[in-house]
């Protein structure tokens, strides 16, 4: 009698384990949606951000309230389509659901590859796959990366739904969702700037409201910005350079280009000394450069004192000649 319990007890328990290895496996990924972007993160990179979605958590899994405790890893591989490469990614969010682990991101090309270590999500309990309502009836995750431009689409596919005890089985479910074009603003309008001899020149640019002017020095608007804001002071420069401002209000528009001119430091020249008859003028100075201010001390006499080469009249009511200097003063 004891021999013929004891084999039905192994009979059980080996019954047991068999219906558990066994446990239907179902397609996991439900919806795939572009919560938002393109915007434009400057240099010619676009951020977007994702939402990803599971089926019913307990009917996917072919569980009933209160049957026990549960854990899934999902892994997965976004893809940005027509892009050189992702530039980063941050972790996924769970927007919804129990007990969201992280899983650990890695980024190469232009796609990203999610690889759950541990389960992303977990049922501790036997009644946690209920709420209050009833069976829980998704999970979804966040993720925000930045692209190297903007894709044409955004594909995820090899999603997978490992629950504890039970055989591993990839999902591919694979989904996409189209980006919509991104329709950049109207480029800002600029005012040069200019300055005598080598230094820092200041630009300005306006027609941007609710976004961000950024400069730069390549015409593409590419790479990472010189600055940012309505003026922009340069590095200290010797000779003339064109500069480059883009208007970013979600993307980025295409570049205006805007001159620091650097000029000849002027040369100040009174020119020959000359002489005259007392009530005659004569013309002393030089011919003008543009861009050059010029003052005159003294003033008495002059047609301009702020000419580059302004008339003389002087006059003399004494028995002897007199003499008067003048300086010339440019800037």
Known sequence: MKKNFLKYLLATLFLATLVYQNDTKACH?????LVSGPTSVGGGNYQFTIEICTGSGASAMGLTCGTGAVGNTEDYTI????????????NNSITSGYNGVVSTA???GNTITYNASSPIYMIPGPNDLCDDTGPITQW???????????????????????NTGQNPGPNPCPQTVTVPPCAPPSPPTVTPGARCGPGTV????????GGTISWYSNSAGTGTPLGTGSTFTTP?????TTYYATCTIGCQSTTTAVVATIRPLPVSNAGANVSICSGASATIGAASTTGTTYSWSPTTGLSSSTSANPTVTLTNTGTSATTTNYTVTTL
Not at 79 to 90: D, K, L, Y
Request: glycine share 8%; aromatic share 4%.
């Open 29 to 33: 990924l439900a919806s795939l949606t």
């Open 79 to 90: 893809t940005a389509n027509g892009v050189t490469s992702v530039v980063s990614t941050s």
């Open 236 to 240: 200290s420069i010797s000779a003339t």
């Open 202 to 209: 200041t630009l300005s640019a306006a027609g941007c409201a």
């Open 140 to 162: 979804c995750w966040n993720v925000t990366f930045i692209t190297s431009g903007i894709p044409t689409s955004i594909s995820v596919s090899g999603l997978e739904n490992v």
């Open 106 to 108: 890695s980024v190469m």
